[in-house]
Nanobody, 127 residues
Framework: QVRLVDSGGGLVQAGDSLRLSCTAS????????MGWFRQAPGKGREFVAG??????????TYADSVKGRFTISRDQAKNKMNLQMDSLKPEDTAWYFC??????????????????WGQGTQVTVSS
C-alpha cells in the first residue's frame, strides 16, 4: 500500500522560511515524477513545483509564482521529497500536498495526472 505523508507546515511571518517534507512508503519513486501542489481557501489546487526523472538526471519545474524562492529536492535513499520555501509571502498561504505519478517520470502541471497524494500540511504566512 502506497502512502505519502506530508509534514513541515506551520504559521510563519512574511519573509520567513519553512521546509516541507514528503515521505513515501510502499513505493520507490526513483523513476517517477513527484510534485507539490497547494490549495488556498476558496481556490482550486495549483501546481507549485515538481521533480521528475530522465536519463540525464532529475528534471525540475517551478510555478512562476515561486521561482527563485522555493527549492524542490528528493532523497532517493530516504524515499523523501522536500520543498524548501524561503522569502514566504502571505499569498503562499495554503494547504500543501505532495503527489506522485505512478506511470511517468515527467513532471505534469495537472493534478489529475498524479496517482498518489499526501494528506496535506497547512502553511500560513502572516503579513
Amino acid at each position: 500500500q502506497v502512502r505519502l505523508v506530508d509534514s513541515g507546515g506551520g504559521l510563519v511571518q512574511a519573509g520567513d522560511s519553512l521546509r516541507l517534507s514528503c515521505t513515501a512508503s510502499g513505493w520507490a519513486f526513483t523513476y517517477y515524477a513527484m510534485g507539490w501542489f497547494r490549495q488556498a481557501p476558496g481556490k482550486g489546487r495549483e501546481f507549485v513545483a515538481g521533480i521528475g526523472w530522465s536519463n540525464s538526471g532529475d528534471t525540475i519545474t517551478y510555478a512562476d509564482s515561486v521561482k527563485g524562492r522555493f527549492t524542490i529536492s528528493r532523497d532517493q535513499a530516504k524515499n523523501k521529497m522536500n520543498l524548501q520555501m524561503d522569502s514566504l509571502k502571505p499569498e503562499d498561504t495554503a494547504w500543501y500536498f505532495c503527489a506522485g505519478r505512478s506511470t511517468s517520470g515527467v513532471v505534469s502541471l495537472w493534478d489529475t495526472n498524479y496517482t498518489y497524494w499526501g494528506q496535506g500540511t497547512q502553511v500560513t504566512v502572516s503579513s
